[in-house]
């Protein structure tokens, strides 16, 4: 049905469209001067038939459901809801409605067969007046709009309203979602910060989240101190970012300023291609070629090496990074102008001497924003620490051994056997929201770096 | 010094050469932008480079510091001598070059560094100063060469980027001239300057002289009667006429030459 409506709703715009374009052509060619070319008076009739009764239909759609839903549970013969709980209605309505689609197990009560369809023909019904008003609505708009069409009247101002309308629309989506977002963090924080006191999460140098979640299971007291699962994201940040940043900007100083167009032409892509490998794919890469790497490493020295060492995750999570370091490097390399790099060298320095003094100080901007988002995805980062990154929160910063992450955590929290409202689960929601909050700390303070240093460059 | 494979135009022969170039051809990837130029400079002397609008004069002033090696499609024939050394010769490092022949090009160029270090980099790298108060020194003596010391020695160390268009090539002739080039070339250093820092970047000019070699790119007709002792007359590539400053302009020999000093090409 809905299809059918969309088309015919379609149809009866676009017969609006031709209907405001040609009156309009035709006003021309008696000679007068309009105000808006005909193919603006032509998508005036299409957009305000379009966006509002595309909405009507949106609502209208939403809204029947339930509506059809409350009339056929209302419907039924007297005294057959009677001591039935909300779980049992809904029992009730939803055999109703799988007998309404033909799936009969048993033999239903005759009353149920009959409320199922009374439940088809109100679809029906209900189908057909939509295909009404939304006839009646668009043929409406498209005589109001044909109406309309007149020297003076100014339907690409009316075209430009609406799509700046549609536009707002769109971004104000993506707002409210990232609000949603931190309104659900905030909510379910706020019940964990209830169940667990905020000095404990804050200031705990403990973290052993397994409680018991029914009575019959074992498990400890449990302890929500996030200070050692956030050592666990920094150390394996750190030790990331001490692999990505030089290489990374190594590379592209090397890319841009020294390669040959032809190496320049190879490596380039496969740069890129390391930026889309699958992180599960480096999640394999630590557990199966690194971290063994890095213990047999260690046993010739004697050094004890834990099987899932910080150090195999942030390194494995540094090669993760290069490329996006590299690229923002590249990007900013390139965009210093090449009249600095002229004027360095026409003064006698020589290649590495431009990179280091003139076109580096000119790109940082660019480059130190490139870090800090790389900082940001290292914290964010989730396969590769859930695979190759410890699970017990330890107290250290020493790299060989095993850490745990906030994003692991988060991650073995909700995996398995919840339920939302124990303080183990929730407390996945206070790692979340902490996470949230790091990294917006993070990239508001790139924006002020980025910013302070194009003031003074530019 | 070598002055016996034979001189362009017709020679004073007052000062020695600094430059010669012998059958200089410049390639941007098929196209030719310049077609067998052959040229003396003098040394201690101002030479200007005249022609209309994309005749190749930037093209040959790059040449002459071999900046066009930094242009990827850029290709350069010909033998260019410098104080009697080929420049193209395998054992010359063009670094060494550039510090030798210095360039102010046609937009001002500051690093994003302070007014100070844009000035004091050349004599860094080259190690020109053995301590802080000869760099001082050699800042100073820069930016009052480049006509600019009163304007900014309150604010030294505020970026270089921070100037005005005009101020900002003063600038960079300043940081040119600091490192102690023998042979300056110049881009159309005053097209940004108004006529008080042009009067005063000609002085410079003038000065420099007495113990450079100076080329100087410029539109200006009055600007090259004015600095330069010979001139050259560039059109489509090619140099058509190569004389005493006087004599091009009172007397040129080639018609195309008359017609562009008399305003009638270019
Ligand atoms: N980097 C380059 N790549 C390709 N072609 C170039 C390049 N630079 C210059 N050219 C071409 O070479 C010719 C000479 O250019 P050049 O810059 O030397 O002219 P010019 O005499 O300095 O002109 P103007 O007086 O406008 O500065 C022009 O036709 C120009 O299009
Ligand atoms: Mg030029």
Redesign the pocket.
């Known amino acids: 049905m809905a299809t059918t409506v969309f088309l015919a709703l379609l149809c009866v715009s676009i017969l609006g469209y031709s209907l405001n374009r040609q009156a309009a052509a035709r006003m021309r060619a008696n000679g007068t001067k309009l105000h808006s070319v005909p193919g603006y008076h032509g998508l005036y009739s299409l957009l305000s038939t379009i966006v509002p009764v595309v909405v009507l239909i949106v609502l209208w759609l939403a809204l029947q459901g339930p509506t059809i839903d409350r009339f056929t549970m209302s419907g039924l013969p007297a005294g057959s809801l009677d001591e039935l709980e909300t779980g049992g209605r809904q029992l009730i309505l939803a055999e109703i409605k799988s007998i309404s689609r033909g799936r009969v197990f048993g033999n239903p009560e005759a009353w149920k067969v009959d409320a199922a369809d009374r439940y088809v023909w109100m679809h029906a019904v209900a189908g057909w007046m939509l295909f009404g008003v939304v006839i009646v609505a668009s043929l409406g708009i498209v005589g109001f709009a044909r109406s309309r069409v007149a020297a003076d009247f100014r339907a690409r101002h009316g075209v430009e309203r609406i799509t700046s309308g549609l536009m707002l629309f769109c971004s104000t989506i993506a707002i409210f979602t990232t609000l949603g977002i931190i309104a659900a963090l905030l909510f379910e924080s706020i019940r964990f910060f209830e169940r667990v006191p905020i000095t404990e999460f804050f200031l705990g140098l403990n973290w052993e989240p397994q409680i018991p979640l029914r009575e019959d299971q074992v498990a400890a007291e449990g302890a929500f101190g996030w200070i050692p699962v956030f050592l666990g994201t920094l150390v394996i940040t750190v030790v990331a970012l001490f692999l990505a940043v030089p290489v990374g900007l190594l590379s592209a100083i090397y890319l841009n300023e020294f390669a040959t167009p032809r190496l320049r032409a190879v490596a380039k892509p496969v740069l890129e291609i390391l930026a889309g490998v699958p992180t599960v794919v480096y999640g394999f890469f630590a557990i199966l070629v690194v971290a063994p790497a890095i213990r047999s490493f260690g046993a010739t020295l004697g050094i004890p090496v834990s099987p899932n060492a910080a150090l195999a995750a942030g390194s494995v999570m540094g090669i993760m990074l290069i490329p996006f370091i590299s690229s923002f490097t590249d990007d900013a390399l390139s965009a210093v102008p090449k009249s600095l790099r002229d004027g360095a060298l026409a003064l006698g320095a020589t290649r590495a001497e431009t990179v280091l003094n003139v076109l580096f100080p000119a790109a940082i901007p660019g480059i130190v924003g490139g870090i800090l988002l790389a900082i940001s995805r290292a914290i964010g980062e989730t396969m590769i620490v859930v695979m190759a990154a410890g699970l017990i929160a330890s107290l250290t910063i020493n790299p060989l051994d095993s850490v745990t992450t906030v994003t692991v955590q988060i991650v073995t929290l909700l995996v398995g056997d919840t339920s939302f409202d124990n303080p183990k689960t929730l407390a996945a929601f206070a790692l979340g929201m902490m996470l949230f909050i790091v990294t917006l700390v993070i990239n508001v303070f790139a924006l002020r770096i980025v910013r302070k240093y194009r003031e003074a460059y530019e | 010094m070598m002055n016996d494979m034979g001189n362009v135009g017709r020679d004073s022969a007052a000062s020695e050469i600094k430059i010669q170039a012998r059958g200089v051809q ?1 390639f ?2 098929e ?1 030719q ?2 077609k067998d130029v052959s040229v003396d400079i003098l040394d201690k002397s101002v030479t200007a ?1 005249i ?12 040449c002459l510091n071999r900046m066009n090696d930094t ?1 990827d ?2 290709r350069v024939e010909g033998d260019i001598h410098i104080d009697g050394d080929d420049i193209h010769a395998p054992g010359i490092d063009p670094v060494q070059l550039r510090a030798k022949v210095g360039m102010v090009f ?1 937009k001002p160029n500051p690093f994003p560094k302070s007014i100070y270090d844009n000035i004091a980099y050349g004599p860094r790298i080259h190690g020109l100063a053995r301590n802080k108060a000869e760099l001082d020194e050699i800042v100073e003596r820069s930016l009052r060469r480049g006509a600019i010391w009163d304007e900014v020695k309150h604010r030294l160390h505020e970026p270089g980027t921070g100037l005005s268009g005009g101020q900002q090539q003063r600038l960079c002739i300043a940081r040119a001239v600091a490192t102690e080039p023998e042979v300056l070339l110049m ?2 250093p005053c097209s940004a300057l108004d006529p008080i820092a042009t009067a005063q970047v000609e002085d410079l000019i003038d000065e420099l002289r007495q113990s450079y070699s100076v080329v100087i ?1 410029t ?1 200006s007709m009055q600007q090259a009667a004015r600095v330069s002792q010979r001139t050259a007359f ?1 059109h489509l ?1 090619s140099l058509v006429e190569y004389r005493e400053t006087g004599q091009i302009f009172t007397n040129p020999e080639d018609p195309r030459t008359e017609s562009y000093i008399t305003g009638r090409i270019g």
């Open positions: 410049v941007y990837g196209t932008a310049i480079f022609g209309p609008s994309g005749c190749g004069k930037s093209t040959f002033l790059r242009i499609i850029a046609q881009d159309e790119v539109h560039f590539g």
